[in-house]
C-alpha cells in the first residue's frame, strides 16, 4: 500500500520527466544534440565549404533565427569553463573586439551553479543536459509552487507543462542562458511563501527556506541574463510585499528576515555585478539601443496578440514562411488552447488574492511589453538599464503570469463548471474572425495560404477542447475529473511538444566547430596576430573564442565604446568618432586599406571573393574562402620614438589618421601631459607569454622607451616591470594609449614587463 501511495505522489513529477524525455528524445536515441549546429556548416563559411563535397548543394539548416546560441553562448562559456578548469577567473576574452571583458558581460555566466555539468561530462554533452534542465526544472518548479497554492497535482501539472513548454521557453530554449534565469522565478516565491508560513516553526527549519530563497536568486542572477533577471527581481519583490500586506502580525520580523537575505544575495552576486555595472558603463549599449523608435519589433506589435491563439498565424522562420516584423522568437506568447482558455477563467471569475497578484502581473507585463504609450515612458526618460533593454523580453512575464493563471482556473472550473461560456465564446468569436479574414479578406493578409494552413491545427484543438468541456459539463460523477484532465493534458502536451519541436533543432555532433582546412592554416601561423572578414557569412565574429584566434570582431550586446569609436573611424575613414556607429551590437570592420587594420595586427584577411589590393597577397584557399596576408600588420608590441600626449580623444584620433604610428604614440591623459610628450629612443621587446588573463614582454633598451601593446585599454588591466639587472620591481601606470590600447614607460636595461588582469 506505501508503494501505491507513493507512485501516486510521484505519478505527476514522474509525468513531467517523460513529457521532457520524449522531446529530447533525439538527443538520447541518437546523442543528436540540442545546438543549431545545421546553421553553422550551412550558412558560414569555411564550414560551408568543408562540407561542400558531402553536401553539394550546402547543408540544409532549419531554423536561421537561432544562431545566436553558436555565436555567443556557446562560445563564451567554453572560453569560461576551459579558464575555471585551470583554476583561473575568467576575466578577459582576447580572441574579440581586440580584448573584452568576460566575466563582466554576464552572459558567459562563470558562477552559474550548473555549471558543474562541465566538470563531470564533455562540453558538448553537459551543454546538451543544460538545455536539457531548463524546461524540465521550470515543469517542476511551477509544480511545486502550484501544489503550495493548494492546488490539486494534474491541476498543477498543467501549469508546469504549459509553461515549460510555453511560447518564451521555445523561442529561447537553446541559448543556455536566458531560461536558466527565469525558470527559478516559481521556486523563488515557493521560498517566500515557506518563509512567511514557517515563521513561527521550531528553530531548526527557520532556516532552510530563507537559505533556499538566498541560493535560487543568486543562481537567477548567475545563470546569465541581466534583463530576465531584472523581471524576476521585480516579480520576487512585490510577490514579497503582497505577501506582506496580507500579515497582520509580525511584519517587522519578516521584513527584517527578506533584508537580511536580500543583503546576502547582493554581497554574493557582486563578485559579478560590479564587474559587469563596470563594462556597462565603459559600454556603448546606450547607443546601441538609441533607434527604439524606428525598430517596429521593439515593442510586441498588438497583431501579434493574435500568436497566443495561432502561434504561426505570421508563419515560422523554421518552415521559411515567416512575413511578419523581426523577429518571430521575440514576439511569441503561446501556452497552448486549453491552458489560455483558462487563463480567462481566471481573469472573468476568480478574484482571491493570488489571483488578483498573477492578474496584476499579466497586466504590468502587457502594460510595458505593447506599444500602449507608457511603455514608452522609460525610453523617452532614458533611465538606465530600463532604457536599454528590449521589452519584448517582458514576454517571459506574460507567459508565467498565463501557465499561473490557466492552473488557477483549472482548479475555478472544476469546482464553477457552469461558469465556462463567456470565455469560450469570446475565444469562439476570435477564431471565427481569424477564418473570415481568411476566407474573405485575403488581400489584406500578408501570406493568405500559409495563414489559412497554419489556422487548421489551433482550430481542431479548440473544437476538440469545446467538445470535452460540453461533455464534462454534463457529467456529475468525480470520475471523470480525471479522464476529463488526461484528455486536455494530453492533447495540449503533445501541441506544445509538436510546436516547440518544429522551431527547435536537434543536430549531430560532427557539425559542432570542425575544424577545417582554413582553420588549421591559421592555427599553424606563428607568432600573435589578429585575423578579420570581409563579410559577414565568413567565420562570424566569436567563432574565433572556440580555435582561440584573436579576430577585430565581436558580438555582445555590451562592447567597449572606445574600441567601437575606433572601428566606427576605421570603417568611415576618416577621425569622425560621433554616435551613432550603426554597429547593433556586432563589430564587424571591413575595410582593409586602413592603417589601423596594420595597427591592430590584422595579418590574415579571410573573404569569399577575390580581393584585388597592392597590400596583400593571397596564401590560402578552401573552397570559396579565400585566406590573404597582410604583411604590413604592425607586432602586438613596439617601442615608439616619439610620445604626444593629449586630455581628448577627439584630438588622438584626429592625429592618428596623419601619423606614421610605427614611431609616434598618441597617450591620453585627464592628470596632466609631464613626461609624457617627448622622444624616446627605441628598443626590442618580444611577447614571450600570452594567456587570457597575463602577458608578459621581455624588453631591451638603451635609454628610457615607450612602449605600445595593441591589446584594448581596460582598468582592470595592471603592469608591473622586474629589471633582470637591479633584480627588482615596480608597479607601472598603463596609458590609454593610440585610442583605445595600452602604452607604459620602460626603463632602460633589461626588463620583464608583466600585464595581470585582476578584480582588485
Request: charged share 15%.
Amino acid at each position: 500500500m506505501n508503494h501505491i501511495y507513493l507512485l501516486k505522489r510521484l505519478l505527476p513529477i514522474v509525468f513531467i520527466f517523460i513529457v521532457t524525455v520524449i522531446f529530447f528524445w533525439p538527443f538520447f536515441s541518437k546523442t543528436l544534440l540540442p545546438i543549431p549546429t545545421d546553421n553553422l556548416v550551412g550558412m558560414f563559411h569555411p564550414f560551408d565549404d568543408f562540407y561542400r563535397s558531402t553536401f553539394p548543394r550546402g547543408v540544409p539548416f532549419k531554423n536561421y533565427l537561432i544562431s545566436d546560441p553558436i555565436k555567443q553562448q556557446y562560445p563564451w562559456r567554453e572560453l569560461v569553463i576551459s579558464l575555471e578548469k585551470k583554476w583561473q577567473l575568467p576575466l578577459w576574452n582576447p580572441y574579440s573586439f581586440a580584448g573584452t571583458p568576460l566575466l563582466g558581460n554576464v552572459q558567459s555566466a562563470p558562477f552559474y551553479a550548473l555549471n558543474l555539468l562541465f566538470f563531470m561530462f564533455p562540453f558538448h554533452i553537459a551543454w546538451s543536459i543544460l538545455i536539457l534542465l531548463e524546461p524540465l526544472l521550470a515543469g517542476l518548479f511551477l509544480y511545486v509552487y502550484l501544489r503550495n497554492l493548494k492546488l490539486s497535482k494534474w491541476v498543477s501539472v498543467f501549469g508546469g507543462i504549459s509553461f515549460a513548454f510555453s511560447g518564451f521557453f521555445t523561442a529561447w530554449l537553446e541559448w543556455g542562458t536566458v531560461l536558466h534565469v527565469g525558470l527559478w522565478l516559481p521556486f523563488i516565491l515557493l521560498c517566500i511563501d515557506k518563509i512567511y508560513l514557517n515563521l513561527n516553526t521550531i528553530v531548526n527549519s527557520k532556516f532552510i527556506w530563507p537559505i533556499f530563497f538566498i541560493f535560487s536568486l543568486t543562481s537567477s542572477f548567475f545563470a546569465g541574463h541581466l534583463q530576465i533577471f531584472f523581471y524576476v527581481f521585480i516579480v520576487s519583490i512585490a510577490y514579497i510585499l503582497f505577501r506582506l500586506l496580507e500579515q497582520n502580525e509580525n511584519k517587522k520580523s519578516i521584513l527584517l528576515i527578506f533584508i537580511i537575505c536580500l543583503l546576502f544575495v547582493f554581497i554574493i552576486i557582486s563578485i559579478q555585478l560590479i564587474p559587469t555595472l563596470q563594462f556597462i558603463l565603459l559600454s556603448a549599449r546606450s547607443i546601441d539601443q538609441a533607434n527604439w523608435r524606428e525598430n517596429p519589433g521593439w515593442f510586441v506589435p498588438w497583431q501579434h496578440s493574435i500568436q497566443f491563439l495561432v502561434p504561426d498565424f505570421f508563419g515560422n522562420p523554421a518552415t521559411r514562411n515567416y512575413t511578419s516584423i523581426f523577429n518571430y522568437g521575440e514576439l511569441i506568447g503561446y501556452i497552448g488552447i486549453f491552458p489560455f482558455l483558462m487563463a480567462l477563467v481566471s481573469l472573468f471569475f476568480r478574484r482571491d488574492r493570488e489571483t488578483v497578484f498573477f492578474i496584476f502581473v499579466l497586466f504590468t507585463g502587457i502594460l510595458f511589453a505593447f506599444p500602449t504609450g507608457v511603455s514608452s515612458i522609460p525610453f523617452m526618460l532614458q533611465i538606465p538599464f530600463v532604457s536599454t533593454s528590449q521589452p519584448t523580453r517582458l514576454m517571459f512575464v506574460i507567459d508565467f503570469a498565463l501557465t499561473t493563471l490557466s492552473a488557477l482556473g483549472i482548479d475555478y472550473y472544476l469546482t464553477h463548471r457552469k461558469k465556462i461560456h463567456a470565455p469560450l465564446l469570446l475565444l469562439f468569436s476570435a477564431f471565427c474572425v481569424l477564418w473570415l479574414f481568411v476566407l474573405f479578406g485575403r488581400k489584406f493578409l500578408p501570406n493568405p495560404l500559409v495563414i489559412q494552413r497554419n489556422l487548421y491545427v489551433p482550430s481542431i484543438l479548440f473544437i476538440g477542447m469545446s467538445l470535452i468541456l460540453f461533455w464534462h459539463s454534463s457529467k456529475k460523477k468525480i470520475k471523470h475529473e480525471f479522464i476529463f484532465l488526461g484528455l486536455l493534458l494530453l492533447i495540449t502536451t503533445g501541441d506544445l511538444l509538436r510546436f516547440d519541436s518544429k522551431y527547435n533543432v536537434f543536430q549531430s555532433q560532427k557539425f559542432l566547430f570542425p575544424q577545417t582546412k582554413t582553420i588549421s592554416y591559421l592555427k599553424q601561423q606563428k607568432g600573435l596576430f589578429r585575423i578579420m572578414t570581409t563579410d559577414e557569412p565568413v567565420f562570424p565574429p566569436n567563432f574565433s573564442i572556440i580555435f582561440r584566434l584573436q579576430s577585430l570582431d565581436g558580438y555582445d550586446p555590451l562592447y567597449l565604446k572606445r574600441y567601437a569609436e575606433l572601428i566606427a573611424a576605421l570603417e568611415r575613414k576618416s577621425p569622425d568618432i560621433s554616435e551613432p556607429f550603426g554597429f547593433n551590437k556586432i563589430v564587424s570592420p571591413h575595410t582593409i586599406d586602413s592603417k589601423l587594420i596594420d595597427l591592430l595586427g590584422a595579418k590574415y584577411i579571410l573573404s569569399r571573393i577575390d580581393i584585388q589590393s597592392p597590400k596583400l597577397k593571397k596564401v590560402f584557399q578552401e573552397g570559396k574562402t579565400r585566406v590573404y596576408e597582410n604583411p604590413f600588420a604592425f607586432s602586438r608590441v613596439f617601442f615608439v620614438t616619439r610620445t604626444k600626449c593629449f586630455a581628448k580623444k577627439q584630438e588622438i584620433i584626429k592625429e592618428m589618421f596623419s601619423s606614421d604610428l610605427h614611431t609616434i604614440a598618441f597617450v591620453e591623459s585627464q592628470e596632466g601631459c609631464l613626461g609624457l610628450d617627448r622622444n624616446w629612443i627605441n628598443g626590442n621587446a618580444i611577447v614571450s607569454y600570452y594567456s587570457e588573463n597575463k602577458i608578459i614582454i621581455h624588453t631591451q633598451n638603451e635609454n628610457e622607451g615607450f612602449l605600445v601593446f595593441v591589446d584594448s585599454f581596460y582598468p582592470t588591466w595592471h603592469a608591473r616591470i622586474y629589471d633582470q639587472n637591479n633584480k627588482d620591481s615596480k608597479d607601472a601606470k598603463i596609458y590609454i594609449t593610440d585610442f583605445n590600447f595600452r602604452g607604459v614607460m620602460v626603463p632602460k636595461g633589461n626588463n620583464t614587463i608583466e600585464f595581470y588582469n585582476s578584480l582588485l
